[in-house]
Nanobody, 121 residues
Framework: QVQLVESGGGLVQPGGSQRLSCAAS????????MGWYRQAPGQQRELVAS???????NYADSVKGRFTISRDSAKNTVYLQMNSLKAEDTAVYYC???????????????WGQGTQVTVSS
């Protein structure tokens, strides 16, 4: 099984910065795409950013130019650097990973427990 553990959430002022981390642990063959999603109260969960094992990134339009996703494959860790934060970025942020547990098994999606990011003065 795979565990995803997020860290780095909290309260930040508008215009500030915050960095989220998500480390994957457990027994698995390979991790493919890793990403960050967020869910605000009363809203659907949405993709914020993703990064493939080859380093190809994808961002939601609302965060382009402000957020940067990166990964350290040796550490099975994905990061989300968030700059110029706005009140509308307030949400629970979830880490996601596509994982193949064994070379013969299908890819499965795993989720972290979520970390709250609150942007407020």
């Amino acid at each position: 099984q795979v565990q995803l553990v997020e860290s780095g959430g909290g309260l930040v002022q508008p215009g500030g910065s915050q960095r989220l981390s998500c480390a994957a642990s457990g027994s698995f063959f390979y991790i493919y795409t890793m990403g960050w999603y967020r869910q605000a109260p009363g809203q659907q969960r949405e993709l914020v950013a993703s990064i493939t094992s080859g380093g190809i990134t994808n961002y939601a339009d609302s965060v382009k130019g402000r957020f940067t996703i990166s990964r350290d494959s040796a550490k099975n860790t994905v990061y989300l650097q968030m700059n110029s934060l706005k009140a509308e970025d307030t949400a629970v942020y979830y880490c996601n990973a596509e994982v193949r547990l064994r070379i013969t098994s299908a890819k499965l999606a795993y989720w972290g427990q979520g970390t709250q990011v609150t942007v407020s003065s």
